[in-house]
C-alpha cells in the first residue's frame, strides 16, 4: 500500500511540475524577448558600423582611383604633348633637346619664353626652337640650365623666308601681334592667301625649308602670316642644333631700346 502511495505522490508531483512550467512559459517567454531583441539590436549596430566602416574605405578608396585617374590623364597629355614635338624631322640636324617652357618673360613689348634647358643640355645661343607643327624661334640667351627663347612674333625678330609656291624671298618681321608681317617682298610679286610659307636659308641663322607659316591676309602691301605653331599656348618646344649657331653675327637679337621721355623746351631749372 505504501508502495502504491509513493507511485501516486511521484506522479501527483510530476503533474503538479508540468503545470508550474506551463504557467511560467509565457512569463518566461515575455522576459526573455527583450533580452533577445537587445542582443539582435546590438548585432543589427555592430553590423552596422562594418558597413558605415566598409563604404568609408571604399570612398577612400575610390578618391584615390580618381587621383591617379587625374594623374594618368596629365601623363597621357603630357605624352601627346611630346609625340607631338618629333612630328618635325628636319634634315641635317647634327643634335636636340626637348625643354618644357617654364614662364613667360615678354610684356607689352616683348614676345619670349623660358626653357627648362640651358647650356648643360647642349643649348647654345643661335638654335632654332620648334614644335611639331613648326619653327617656333630662336635662342637668345643661354644659361646654365635655362634659356630664352626669341619668338617670331617678337618684335626683334626678323626671319628670312620663302614663299613655296611662288619662291619669292621676303623677311618675316614679328611686331609683338600674333601674326608677323612679310618685308621686302618685291613688287611685282603676286602673293595669295593660304600660301604656305618656310624658311630661306639667307643668313646662316635657320636651314632652308622649315615650316613657319601661311599667308593670313593680304591688304596691298601689308601681307600677314599666321604661324603653324601655336605660340601663346606652347608647353615644350624642341631646340634642334644645326650647326649655325657660329655663323649668328652678335648683333642678331638686338635689345629693344625704351622709350624715351618728352623733350623738354626751355630752362629745365626756371629757379637758376
Given amino acids: 500500500m ?29 522576459v526573455s524577448q527583450p533580452i533577445a531583441t537587445a542582443a539582435s539590436g546590438v548585432h543589427n549596430i555592430g553590423a552596422m558600423f562594418d558597413v558605415y566602416g566598409e563604404n568609408q574605405r571604399l570612398r577612400d578608396e575610390n578618391a584615390r582611383l580618381l587621383e591617379w585617374q587625374e594623374v594618368a590623364r596629365g601623363l597621357a597629355a603630357e605624352n601627346t604633348r611630346l609625340r607631338g614635338l618629333v612630328k618635325l624631322a628636319p634634315e641635317g ?11 613667360d618673360s615678354g ?47 617678337d618684335l626683334n625678330s626678323r626671319i628670312p623666308v620663302v614663299l613655296e609656291s611662288s ?10 601681334s600674333v601674326q608677323p608681317r612679310l618685308l621686302y617682298l ?3 610679286a603676286v602673293v595669295k592667301a593660304g600660301e604656305r610659307i618656310v624658311t630661306g636659308g639667307a643668313g646662316g641663322v635657320f ?11 593680304v591688304d596691298g602691301p601689308n601681307v600677314r ?36 621721355g618728352p623733350k623738354v623746351v626751355g630752362d629745365p631749372d626756371p629757379g637758376r
Fill in 2 to 30: 505504501f508502495i502504491v502511495l509513493g507511485k501516486a505522490d511521484v506522479l501527483l508531483f510530476d503533474r503538479l511540475r508540468i503545470l508550474i512550467v506551463d504557467g511560467s512559459a509565457p512569463i518566461l517567454e515575455a
Fill in 93 to 103: 640636324a647634327r643634335s636636340d633637346v626637348s625643354a618644357q617652357v617654364i614662364a
Fill in 107 to 153: 610684356g607689352a613689348f616683348a614676345r619670349n619664353v623660358l626653357v627648362s634647358a640651358g647650356r648643360r643640355d647642349g643649348v647654345a645661343r643661335g638654335q632654332a626652337a620648334v614644335t611639331g607643327e613648326g619653327l617656333v624661334g630662336r635662342v637668345a640667351e643661354v644659361g646654365d640650365r635655362a634659356s630664352r627663347i626669341l619668338l617670331l612674333t
Fill in 167 to 176: 619662291r619669292e624671298r621676303a623677311v618675316m618681321a614679328g611686331d609683338n
Fill in 186 to 188: 618685291p613688287a611685282t
Fill in 207 to 217: 636651314p632652308p625649308g622649315l615650316p613657319v607659316g601661311v599667308v593670313a591676309s
Fill in 225 to 260: 602670316v599666321e604661324p603653324y605653331a601655336e605660340l601663346p599656348r606652347l608647353d615644350y618646344v624642341r631646340i634642334i642644333d644645326f650647326g649655325l649657331e657660329g655663323l649668328l653675327p652678335p648683333n642678331a637679337v638686338p635689345v629693344a631700346k625704351p622709350a624715351r
